[in-house]
């Protein structure tokens, strides 16, 4: 008998029982699985076999095509990169599958299901379509008076972390003068600009990102020094909405395009404002190819 007790999910050292648990397979599934189909990690010395993460979200992924219909055969060797998925799967499918496996707090499934959607989609596509679906349909919830606190603060902060994997696929230093992504110092709600970050790496795009919370002093400071071809300064409300930091920043002879719902309400200050990924994304290009 092998025990489970020694690899905590963290270590990245799953035992086959934790796995079977947490797939909800038997244990003697998980061994014919990978009898069949040699997947999963290879037989290391005797009880001491172990699955990495990426083992475990590679079996999640095989049985997620298979619940949508694809044979099993088929479904592992689409799951470990030895043949295309061949199966479209609608955004509302995926956005179902999200929303199902946060409400579980199943935090595997869902960056599973993240880096699936990513790496599917694109970070453009996955936000428009799969990822803003999603949280706005638990706002709705918040309204309606369903707490769903846990599930919202599971699934935003694997979709950070998800964004972040995608967005080290591709070299960090891209020659040229970047785009710098702030959000205004009061705003917490960082997503958008995270999808806007991860979008412009995958183009190719010089681009430097500040995080949450960054002081406007630090922001100006930060912008003087790398001197962006664009600021691009993100607010989702009209109460975290900086006009004084987008205009300390002209002043520094910076371009700056105000992004988000934040900034409606003050109308035309002389900055370019996108509220949807595609106009944020054009804009971004259109300077970086200046």
Same mark, same amino acid.
């Given at each position: 008998?092998?025990?489970?007790?020694?690899?905590?999910?963290?270590?990245?050292?799953?035992?086959?029982?934790?796995?079977?648990?947490?797939?909800?397979?038997?244990?003697?599934?998980?061994?014919?699985?990978?009898?069949?189909?040699?997947?999963?990690?290879?037989?290391?010395?005797?009880?001491?076999?172990?699955?990495?993460?990426?083992?475990?979200?590679?079996?999640?992924?095989?049985?997620?095509?298979?619940?949508?219909?694809?044979?099993?055969?088929?479904?592992?060797?689409?799951?470990?990169?030895?043949?295309?998925?061949?199966?479209?799967?609608?955004?509302?499918?995926?956005?179902?599958?999200?929303?199902?496996?946060?409400?579980?707090?199943?935090? *595997?499934?869902? !960056?599973?299901? =993240? /880096?699936?959607? $990513?790496?599917? @989609?694109?970070?453009? %596509?996955?936000? #428009?379509?799969?990822?803003?679906?999603?949280?706005?349909?638990?706002?709705?919830?918040?309204?309606?008076?369903?707490?769903?606190?846990?599930?919202?603060?599971?699934?935003?902060?694997?979709?950070?972390?998800?964004?972040?994997?995608?967005?080290?696929?591709?070299?960090?230093?891209?020659?040229?003068?970047?785009?710098?992504?702030?959000?205004?110092?009061?705003?917490?709600?960082?997503?958008?600009?995270?999808?806007?970050?991860?979008?412009?790496?995958?183009?190719?795009?010089?681009?430097?990102?500040?995080?949450?919370?960054?002081?406007?002093?630090?922001? *100006?400071?930060? !912008?003087?020094? =790398? /001197?962006?071809? $664009?600021?691009? @300064?993100?607010?989702? %409300?009209?109460? #975290?909405?900086?006009?004084?930091?987008?205009?300390?920043?002209?002043?520094?002879?910076?371009?700056?395009?105000?992004?988000?719902?934040?900034?409606?309400?003050?109308?035309?200050?002389?900055?370019?404002?996108?509220?949807?990924?595609?106009?944020?994304?054009?804009?971004?290009?259109?300077?970086?190819?200046?």
């Amino acid at each position: 008998m092998e025990s489970d007790n020694d690899a905590p999910p963290g270590a990245g050292a799953w035992a086959p029982g934790k796995v079977a648990g947490l797939l909800g397979v038997s244990p003697v599934t998980l061994r014919s699985w990978s009898a069949r189909y040699g997947i999963g990690p290879p037989a290391a010395s005797g009880r001491h076999r172990r699955y990495s993460d990426e083992d475990v979200r590679r079996l999640q992924h095989m049985q997620r095509l298979v619940a949508r219909g694809m044979p099993v055969r088929e479904a592992a060797e689409a799951a470990f990169g030895r043949s295309p998925a061949g199966l479209e799967v609608p955004a509302a499918r995926r956005a179902r599958e999200l929303e199902d496996a946060a409400e579980e707090l199943q935090y *595997a499934s869902v !960056a599973g299901l =993240l /880096d699936e959607t $990513l790496g599917t @989609l694109g970070p453009a %596509a996955a936000w #428009t379509d799969v990822l803003a679906p999603v949280l706005r349909g638990l706002g709705d919830r918040w309204q309606r008076g369903d707490v769903c606190f846990a599930s919202e603060w599971a699934l935003t902060s694997e979709i950070s972390l998800a964004f972040e994997r995608f967005s080290r696929r591709f070299p960090a230093a891209v020659p040229g003068r970047p785009v710098l992504l702030a959000c205004c110092p009061a705003e917490r709600h960082s997503l958008p600009i995270e999808a806007l970050r991860a979008t412009l790496a995958e183009a190719a795009v010089p681009v430097a990102y500040l995080g949450q919370l960054v002081p406007a002093e630090t922001v *100006a400071d930060l !912008a003087a020094r =790398l /001197d962006p071809v $664009l600021v691009v @300064l993100w607010a989702n %409300a009209p109460t #975290t909405a900086d006009d004084l930091l987008a205009a300390r920043l002209g002043g520094l002879g910076c371009a700056v395009g105000t992004a988000g719902p934040g900034w409606e309400h003050l109308g035309d200050r002389g900055f370019r404002w996108v509220n949807d990924m595609a106009s944020a994304v054009e804009l971004a290009v259109e300077h970086a190819g200046a």
